[in-house]
C-alpha cells in the first residue's frame, strides 16, 4: 500500500494508504480526524467539505493522489480555538440542531467568504445550497453566514 | 393543564443523595422511571435501591460547581440543554455555573447506564423540576441547621444562601452536610413568573464540540483494535441469501474477515473504505422467498382498500351516512402519499463488543433501554452484561427508535469475536429503512343550510394504520356525525415511525381538504375554523384533548402575525391550523410566482406548545420542522420496484437545500401551560400551508405528495394565472 506525504492542518502528515481511497475516509480512519463528516459518497451533501489549498472541495469525492502537495484544512484546523469568525458566528446563532451537517457548512462557508467578503443574500444562497441539512437549519445558517461575514471585514 | 407548583407523587421513587468519594453531593434519580406516569402507581422501596438504578445525576463539588449528567438520547431536539435548564432553574444556580454532560458518571462506580427512550420535555416537567429543588432545599436544610436558625427563613438566589440577618453560605460550603441529611419529602417548585432560566435562550450545550469538529456522534467513536464492518443485506424486500463467494473479497487489503450473519454477509476491515470497497467484491446469490412488491402494487392496493369494506372503525358519531343522504352539497377527495426514508444525516452505525465478560455498546439509539434488552436475550445473556453508551446523534426522525443495527452489531461482534462498528453507506440506509408507510386518504363531508353536517375519513395504509388519539383530532366533537375508518395492507417492506407519525401527512390532506370545502361553501376560512371550534368548547368527551381555546388563539395570533388577508399584490397565502404531539400549531404559507412558477417565500409560525424552556432551542426547532415539512411535502418520492428501493441516494433522492427553504417566522404563546411537544409539531401543518397557497396562487389544487411529482399541476400552458 502506498505512502503518502501529506500537508493537513499546517503539519506535514506521512500516512498509508490504497491509492483510490476517498480523502474522507483517510482523514476519519487513519489521522483520526473525525471532524470531517461522511454523508452521502458522492458529492452530493457537503457533509465532507475540506479546503485544498483554500478551495472547498468534497473529501469523499478526491482520492488520495489528488491531494498529493497540497495543503488540506479540516475543521479540527479552521482555529486552533473556535475562534475563526465563522465559527464564532455559528455560535451565536445557534445555527446547529442535530450538528452533524454543521463542519461540512462551516468549511464551505468559510471558504466562500474568503472568496467573496461582501455576499449578497442571493450569493449566500447560491454558496450554501452546496450543502444539505437535514435537521433544516437553513435560517439559521443563512443568518450566520451574514454574520461571519461582517466579522471578517 | 396550567403547571403545578406541588407534585402529589413520592420522589422516594426516584432520588437518592449522597456524598462523593472526592468530596461534595451527588443526587441521583431515574429519569426514565420518573418521567413514565406509570411510575407514580408503584413507587418503589427506597433501601432496595443502589445507583445502579439511575441513570441521570446532580453533582455539586465543594467549590460550589454544578454538572448535570443527561441521559436523554440528544437527536437535534434540544434535550441535552433543556432537560438541565430545568434542574437549573429549580436548583437555584446561575446557567454559567452548570456544566452538562451526557452518559456515564463513574466507570467505577455506576457501571450500568442503560438510559431512558425519547421522553420528552412533556413527561420530564415534573420530574426534573423536583428534582432541582429537592437539591436545593437539602442545601438550605444544610445552611439552617448550621447557623441554627429555620430554613423557612433563608433565601436562595445563584447558589449562595441568605438568612434574616444577612450572612451566606454558598452551595460549595454545605455539601458535605447536605450529603448526610434526609432527602425531603415535600418541596415547593417556583412560580413560572420567577423563572430566570426556564423562558431565556441557551446556546446549545455541546456548541464548542461541533464548530471545532470534536468527536461527538456514533461514527466518530473508535477504540483500540475495533473493526469496521460493512454489510451486505438482501437488496430487495421479500429476498433472502442463497449462497455467496467472498474469495476476492477476502484477498483485499485491509479486510480482516467475513462471516454470514442470517440473511447478511459483513465484510470486516481495519477502515471504513476498505470494509465498503470488499463488500462490492462479495457474489451473492439471493432467492425471493415472498412476494417481491412494487409501488404499483401498492397503489392498486391501497385504492381498492379505499373501495372495499374491509375497514375498522375507530371512531364513529352520529350518522355519516345518513348525512350525505341528506346533504345540499357533498365533497370527496382522495389524497396519496409515498413511502419515505428518514435519511438521518449521520447514517446508522452502531459499535459492539461482544465477550464473555461483557456486551459493550456505543452509538446513536433512541430506544437504549429497549434495544440493550433485546441484544442481552438474543445473545442469552444477563441484561447487567450490557454496557451501553450513548452518543450525540445525527438526526433521529423515528429511524432511530430501531436498534436493528445495534443487533446487527453485537451480532457480529458475537461472532467475530473482534470490538466492530457497523457503518451503514448513504445507500445501506436508505435501502435497509424502515420507512414512513405508504398512505392514502379519502375525505368526504357533507354541507346542508351552510353548515358540516358529516365528515368521513378512510385511511388506507402499509402495514399499520393511525394509533393512539389521532381519530379524535380536531374536526372531531365539531361535526355531528363523524366516522374515521382505516384499513391496511400487511407488506415485507419495513415501515415505522417517521417525524410526527401519520399526522406528517395527515394534516395535508385535512386541511387542503378544509380549504376546498370551505372554498366550496363561501366561507371566510378563518372564522369557519373559528366557528367549528366554538363547538367543541366544553366538551365532556375525554378522547378529545385538543383546546379549542388554544386552537382560537394560534388561529387568530397567526392571522395578525401574517397579515392573512392584507398580504402585498402577487403573494399568495395559504392558511393551516393542526393539534398534534399535545401542541397546537397555525401556519402561514406566502407564495409568489417566480418565473412562471409558484416559489414559498415565507412561512408564519404560531405554537402553543404551553411554557417554552429555552427560546433560542424553539425556534430553532419550529423553523427546522416548518422546511422539514416543505421538503418532504415537495420532493419526497421514494417508492419500490420489484422489492428494490427506487432512489439509494441523493442524485436520485431529493432533500430541500437552502436555496428552496422558506423565510420561516415562528411566535409562540406566551401562557403558563406545562411544556408540549415541539420537536415534531411544525412539521405537519407546513405541507398544508403550502398546497393551500399554490391553489391560492395557481389556481389549481394537489393531491398527492411529493407535490414535483404532480404533472397537471406544474404543466404551465394551462395554468391560467401563471406568467
Ligand atoms: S459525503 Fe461528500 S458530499 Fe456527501
Ligand atoms: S443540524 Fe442536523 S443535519 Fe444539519
Redesign the interface.
Not at chain 1, 483520526?32 to 458522492?42: D, E, H, Q, R
Not at chain 2, 461541533?210 to 456522534?217: M, S, Y
Not at chain 2, 432533500?655 to 436555496?659: A, G, V
Given at each position: 500500500?502506498p505512502t503518502y506525504q501529506l500537508q493537513v492542518n499546517g503539519k506535514a502528515t506521512t500516512v498509508e494508504a490504497?491509492e483510490?481511497?476517498?480523502v474522507l475516509?483517510?482523514l476519519?480512519?487513519?489521522l483520526?480526524?473525525?471532524?470531517?463528516?461522511?454523508?452521502?459518497?458522492?458529492a452530493?451533501?457537503g457533509?465532507c467539505t475540506i479546503h485544498l489549498d483554500g478551495e472547498a472541495v468534497r473529501s469523499c469525492s478526491i482520492t488520495m493522489t489528488q491531494v498529493v502537495g497540497k495543503s488540506i484544512t479540516?475543521?479540527?484546523g479552521?482555529?486552533e480555538?473556535?475562534s475563526h469568525p465563522v465559527?464564532q458566528a455559528?455560535?451565536e446563532v445557534?445555527v446547529?440542531?442535530?450538528?452533524?451537517?454543521?463542519?461540512g457548512q462551516?468549511m464551505t462557508a468559510s471558504a466562500f467568504l474568503e472568496k467573496n467578503p461582501n455576499p449578497t443574500e442571493e450569493d449566500?444562497?447560491?454558496a450554501?445550497?452546496a450543502?444539505?441539512?437535514?435537521?433544516?437549519?437553513?435560517?439559521?445558517?443563512?443568518k450566520a453566514v451574514t454574520l461571519a461575514a461582517e466579522k471578517m471585514v | 393543564m396550567s403547571t403545578r407548583t406541588s407534585i402529589p407523587f413520592s420522589r422516594r421513587a426516584f432520588l437518592k443523595s449522597s456524598s462523593l468519594a472526592s468530596g461534595g453531593l451527588l443526587i441521583g434519580f431515574n429519569l426514565f422511571t420518573a418521567c413514565k406516569p406509570k411510575a407514580v402507581e408503584s413507587p418503589m422501596d427506597l433501601s432496595s435501591l443502589d445507583y445502579q438504578d439511575f441513570n441521570a445525576f446532580i453533582k455539586i463539588a465543594k467549590n460550589g460547581a454544578v454538572t448535570i449528567f443527561s441521559p436523554n438520547p440528544e437527536?437535534?431536539?434540544?434535550v441535552k440543554t433543556s432537560m438541565p435548564m430545568i434542574i437549573a432553574e429549580e436548583l437555584d444556580v446561575a446557567w454559567d455555573m452548570v456544566h452538562v454532560e451526557q452518559g456515564i458518571l463513574d466507570t467505577q462506580n455506576y457501571t450500568r447506564q442503560v438510559a431512558g427512550g425519547s421522553q420528552s420535555i412533556r413527561f420530564g416537567w415534573d420530574a426534573l423540576r423536583t428534582t432541582g429543588a429537592t437539591a436545593k432545599q437539602m442545601l438550605i436544610n444544610a445552611a439552617a441547621a448550621r447557623w441554627g436558625v429555620e430554613a423557612s427563613e433563608c433565601t436562595v438566589s445563584e447558589g449562595v444562601i441568605t438568612n434574616a440577618k444577612g450572612d451566606t453560605l454558598g452551595y460549595g460550603d454545605l455539601v458535605e452536610e447536605a450529603a448526610k441529611l434526609e432527602t425531603p419529602e415535600e418541596v415547593t417548585l417556583k412560580e413560572p413568573k420567577d423563572y430566570k432560566i426556564i423562558g431565556t435562550?441557551k446556546?446549545?450545550v455541546?456548541?464548542?464540540e461541533?464548530?471545532?469538529?470534536?468527536?461527538?456522534?456514533g461514527?466518530?467513536y473508535?477504540t483500540e483494535g475495533m473493526v469496521?464492518a460493512s454489510v451486505m443485506r438482501p437488496p430487495a424486500f421479500g429476498q433472502k441469501l442463497e449462497s455467496f463467494d467472498a474469495t476476492e473479497a477476502k484477498a483485499m487489503?485491509?479486510v480482516v474477515d467475513v462471516i454470514q450473519v442470517g440473511d447478511k454477509i459483513a465484510v470486516l476491515a481495519?477502515?471504513?473504505?476498505?470494509a465498503m470497497?470488499a463488500k462490492k467484491a462479495l457474489k451473492a446469490e439471493w432467492k425471493a422467498d415472498t412476494k417481491l412488491e412494487s409501488s404499483e402494487d401498492h397503489d392498486r392496493i391501497l385504492k381498492g382498500l379505499l373501495n372495499g369494506n374491509k375497514f375498522e372503525t375507530l371512531r364513529a358519531d352520529g350518522n355519516v351516512q345518513k348525512a350525505f343522504a341528506e346533504a345540499d352539497n357533498v365533497l370527496e377527495r382522495t389524497y396519496e402519499s409515498p413511502f419515505l426514508p428518514h435519511?438521518?444525516?449521520?447514517?446508522m452505525n452502531f459499535f459492539a463488543h461482544v465477550t464473555d465478560e461483557k456486551i459493550h455498546l456505543v452509538g446513536p439509539i433512541q430506544t437504549p433501554e429497549g434495544t440493550a434488552g433485546r441484544i442481552a436475550e438474543m445473545l442469552e445473556r444477563d441484561a447487567n452484561d450490557v454496557h451501553l453508551e450513548m452518543t450525540?446523534?445525527?438526526?433521529?426522525?423515528g429511524r432511530r427508535l430501531y436498534g436493528d443495527f445495534a443487533i446487527e452489531a453485537a451480532e457480529i461482534s458475537n461472532k467475530a469475536r473482534l470490538p466492530v462498528k457497523v457503518v451503514f453507506?448513504?445507500e445501506d440506509d436508505m435501502a435497509d429503512g424502515i420507512y414512513r408507510p405508504a398512505i392514502k386518504y379519502r375525505i368526504k363531508a357533507s354541507v346542508k343550510d351552510g353548515q358540516i353536517t358529516g365528515y368521513h375519513l378512510k385511511e388506507a395504509a402499509i402495514n399499520s394504520n393511525m394509533y393512539g388519539l389521532i381519530p379524535n383530532f380536531f374536526p372531531a366533537g365539531a361535526i355531528e356525525n363523524y366516522q374515521v375508518d382505516v384499513a391496511k395492507y400487511d407488506s415485507n417492506i419495513t415501515t415505522g415511525a417517521w417525524r410526527a407519525p401519520y399526522t406528517n401527512f395527515l394534516a395535508y390532506a385535512e386541511q387542503s381538504f378544509f380549504d376546498e370545502l370551505f372554498e366550496m361553501m363561501e366561507v371566510d376560512k378563518i372564522q369557519m375554523r373559528l366557528d367549528l371550534l366554538e363547538k367543541v368548547k366544553g366538551t365532556t368527551d375525554e378522547r378529545i384533548q385538543y383546546s379549542p381555546e388554544r386552537m382560537q388563539e394560534v388561529i387568530k395570533t397567526a392571522v395578525e402575525k401574517s397579515g392573512w388577508g392584507k398580504q402585498a399584490d402577487g403573494v399568495y397565502q395559504g392558511f393551516v391550523a393542526y393539534y398534534c404531539h399535545n401542541s397546537h400549531v397555525a401556519e402561514v404559507a406566502d407564495v409568489q410566482i417566480e418565473g412562471g412558477m409558484p416559489v414559498v417565500k415565507k412561512v408564519t409560525c404560531v405554537v402553543d406548545c404551553g411554557i417554552v424552556v429555552n427560546t433560542?432551542?424553539a425556534l430553532?426547532?419550529a423553523?427546522?420542522?416548518?422546511?422539514?415539512g416543505i421538503?418532504h411535502a415537495m420532493y419526497g418520492q421514494f417508492g419500490f420496484d420489484s422489492g428494490m428501493p427506487t432512489a439509494t441516494?441523493?442524485?436520485k433522492y431529493r432533500?430541500?437545500?437552502?436555496?428552496e427553504?422558506p423565510?420561516?417566522t415562528a411566535h409562540f404563546i406566551q401562557n403558563e401551560y406545562s411544556p408540549t411537544g415541539l420537536g415534531e409539531p411544525t412539521l405537519p401543518p407546513a405541507g398544508g400551508a403550502v398546497a393551500n397557497a399554490f391553489k391560492a396562487a395557481t389556481g389549481k389544487r394537489i393531491y398527492k405528495q411529493p407535490f414535483m411529482e404532480n404533472p397537471e399541476f406544474w404543466r404551465l400552458s394551462d395554468q391560467p394565472i401563471l406568467g
Open positions: 500500500m490504497s483510490d481511497s476517498p475516509w483517510v476519519r480512519d487513519h483520526n480526524l473525525v471532524g470531517t463528516k461522511y454523508g452521502c459518497g458522492i452530493q451533501c457533509s479540516t475543521i479540527e479552521l482555529s480555538d473556535g465559527q455559528w455560535k445557534d446547529p440542531q442535530c450538528g452533524y451537517c454543521q463542519a462551516i449566500i444562497k447560491t450554501m445550497n450543502n444539505i441539512c437535514r435537521c433544516a437549519a437553513y435560517n439559521r445558517i443563512h | 437527536i437535534g431536539q434540544g435562550g446556546v446549545n455541546d456548541i464548542d461541533i464548530v471545532t469538529g470534536k468527536p461527538l456522534f461514527l466518530d473508535k469496521y487489503p485491509n481495519k477502515d471504513t473504505w476498505s470497497k435519511n438521518c444525516m449521520e447514517p450525540r446523534q445525527g438526526g433521529g426522525f453507506s448513504r433560542l432551542g430553532n426547532q423553523e427546522g420542522g416548518v422546511i422539514d421538503g441516494n441523493y442524485d432533500l430541500i437545500r437552502m436555496q427553504a423565510k420561516v
